[in-house]
């Protein structure tokens, strides 16, 4: 890597953490709100520490040429979060007095949308740090779009040739307008989290939990006020209202804009959104009568009780409604399974994405009408586009280390000694980004607080690994190619370039 390639991600790191320390002033007017001065030092200093941090970084200014290898690109991605993770962890340390390894496994948990949470009492907990942390489920969500909008299409992981639109005319073009895209993605996200939070306020929360609420279902995040989570309403109407912006979360944002942009029926006409509708209505209806038939729960209660808890697991966002791992070995293990699928790509969730089953599935038929007629020329597609090698190539290999990478960290959680329920399922809820695991440790009436310390650690990587998708990371660890010129991404800077 080239010196100016280093110096132009040290100050794009420091554009990020001074905006980072920029945000911190929203918990701390939430502090002063609610006269909660004896937490402001933490928020101050932190703020002040990541300031100085990031000007140090910035202040030898941005080179005006650069050329940015694909290397330097996910190099840059990768850092990012890990560096917005080391500062956000500081106002944590500072008012829990926890570890630092608590710290930034919350933080973590934050940034990638996960939801797993080491914190109790936060029913009583600073209001400060409520907000901090549904912020940091926020930030990461959007974030985490604008990654499979602008980077993620280079690496031929995310899907996202496979649902361009026919109207949107960037959406064909992701990459070279990807500052188009972002933007427009970014006042949509502000839109729905203010409809969120209005929705969630006028149905019964209060408020300061509507906002939180709507910050970390948008994001599928799951990060809750409260240690019930949506368990603490027993309003019906809080749980129909969060299970559509759980939805909302996980569709595709950049169809989103298409629609806004003219396409009224890109969403409906899209086959992996059709898909993820029909798969969740199923599912709810299946498990919502067997619940029924299985407990004094009437119908439509159990309905909405696993309506809330299945987009909840499906869609990576992890708030729960009740303790459905009380519910019996079938739904125990129907849970484990629901957390591998995920939801669009292009959102805000985690998971392997409804749309590599839809294309395994079209893969599989395709293979056996072959069978049946062998010297048949059968052209497999999806979503209208042709399946080519590339994109078969590209499923087999992030499917191939997706599951590599859950069996890698379940045995070292085995090694360092949790029992396998703990183990397996915590691997497969950190790299899915769901939040809670299964068993009486980290199951939904849970959470990781008394995981060792290297357990925790363990579990922070599998969540920065599933959040970027794996390959994102893996990438910088390959053998630079000398020969490989032609895949160098030119990026020209100068100073004072108009935009």
């Not at 953490?17 to 007017?29: C, F, Q, R, V, Y």
């Not at 361009?164 to 895209?181: F, G």
């Not at 294309?359 to 052209?379: D, E, N, W």
């Amino acid at each position: 890597m080239s010196l100016a390639a280093v110096r132009f991600i040290g100050f794009i790191l420091g554009i990020f953490l001074i905006t980072l320390a920029a945000s911190m002033a929203i918990p701390l007017l939430t502090l002063m709100v609610y006269e909660r001065n004896d937490d402001l030092s933490a928020f101050l200093w932190s703020s002040l520490i990541t300031f100085v941090c990031g000007i140090l970084l910035v202040a030898r200014g941005r080179p005006e040429h650069i050329q940015l290898r694909p290397r330097d690109m996910y190099l840059l991605t990768t850092a990012s979060w890990v560096v917005v993770c080391t500062f956000a962890a500081l106002p944590m340390v500072f008012i829990q007095h926890i570890s630092y390894t608590d710290a930034f496994f919350e933080t973590m948990s934050g940034i990638t949308t996960t939801g797993s949470t080491i914190l109790t009492g936060l029913d009583n907990a600073s209001p400060g740090l409520l907000i901090w942390r549904s912020m940091l489920q926020w930030l990461g969500g959007i974030g985490f779009i604008g990654m499979a909008v602008a980077i993620l299409p280079l690496l031929r992981v995310g899907g996202m040739r496979l649902f361009q639109t026919e109207s949107s005319d960037w959406s064909e073009k992701v990459t070279p307008r990807s500052h188009v895209a972002a933007t427009y993605i970014l006042w949509l996200y502000l839109g729905l989290s203010a409809l969120a939070a209005l929705a969630l306020w006028l149905a019964g929360m209060t408020p300061f939990e509507a906002i939180n609420h709507a910050m970390t279902m948008i994001s599928t995040g799951g990060f809750s006020t409260s240690d019930s989570s949506l368990a603490n309403w027993s309003q019906p109407a809080i749980h129909w209202i969060s299970v559509i912006i759980m939805i909302a979360g996980a569709l595709p944002f950049t169809l989103y804009v298409a629609t806004l942009r003219g396409n009224k029926r890109a969403l409906l006409r899209d086959h992996q959104v059709r898909g993820f509708l029909g798969f969740l209505v199923i599912t709810w209806l299946v498990v919502g009568t067997w619940l029924s038939l299985n407990s004094d729960y009437a119908w439509l209660d159990a309905v909405r009780i696993v309506a809330v808890n299945v987009t909840s697991v499906v869609t990576t966002t992890g708030v729960a409604l009740g303790d459905y791992s009380l519910w019996g070995s079938f739904a125990l293990l129907l849970f484990f399974y629901l957390t591998f699928v995920g939801g669009c790509s292009g959102s805000t969730s985690g998971g392997l994405k409804i749309f590599r089953f839809q294309v395994a599935g079209a893969l599989l038929m395709g293979s056996l009408k072959q069978l049946i007629h062998p010297r048949a020329v059968i052209q497999k597609k999806y979503n209208k586009h042709p399946i080519d090698e590339e994109i078969v190539r590209s499923l087999l290999t992030f499917s191939f280390f997706f599951t590599i990478t859950i069996g890698a960290i379940a045995l070292g959680l085995a090694l360092i000694g949790l029992d396998w329920t703990t183990a397996l399922t915590g691997a497969a809820t950190a790299v899915c980004n769901v939040g809670p695991g299964l068993g009486s440790i980290i199951g939904p009436a849970g959470n990781f607080s008394t995981l060792p310390d290297a357990a925790k650690w363990l579990l922070t990587i599998g969540m920065l690994l599933g959040r970027l998708e794996i390959l994102t990371v893996l990438v910088l660890f390959t053998p630079r190619d000398p020969q490989a010129r032609g895949c160098q991404i030119s990026l020209l800077v100068k100073q004072n370039a108009r935009e």
